[in-house]
């Protein structure tokens, strides 16, 4: 366990408090972190949308570039700008990096909404029976 994680990020100041765990985490165990960032853009609305698209893109890029400078001292980091909606894309990185856990950073206002697959109880950590990913909830 630990050894890679995959940390969803939106620019949020609350998501980013999932870092510091991630990193402890990930140094202890030598394994690295994904810093993960789902864009989407607008629905399709005119001639644009391909320019939309990648802007949303660039700008998960350049966050995520930001972000992965900050940690990239301590500990291996690796960037996932994919396009989608954020629950669908977190279980593609969770896939396409061979990850053993999620890190993510949330509010309990937020948590009634949060989806099914990422509610892992009040804070902690929570692995569903037959589970091969574990889910890590530092609540904020």
Sequence with gaps: MFNTLVVPLDGSELAERAL????RFAKERGGRMVLVRAAIAPPPSGLDW????LEAMGEASAYLS???E???TRVSVT?????G???DQILAAVEQFDADSIVIGYAWSDWPRAPAAWQ???GGSDTQ???SVRRLCPAG
Excluded: F, K, M, N
Excluded at 50 to 53: H, K, V
Excluded at 79 to 83: G, M, S
């Design 129 to 131: 029976p037959g589970a």
């Design 120 to 122: 892992c109880g009040r």
């Design 79 to 83: 960037t996932a700008p994919l396009y």
């Design 70 to 72: 900050r940690v990239a």
């Design 50 to 53: 391909e320019r939309q698209q």
């Design 20 to 23: 510091p765990y991630a990193i």
């Design 85 to 87: 909606h954020a629950p």
């Design 66 to 68: 930001s972000v992965a």
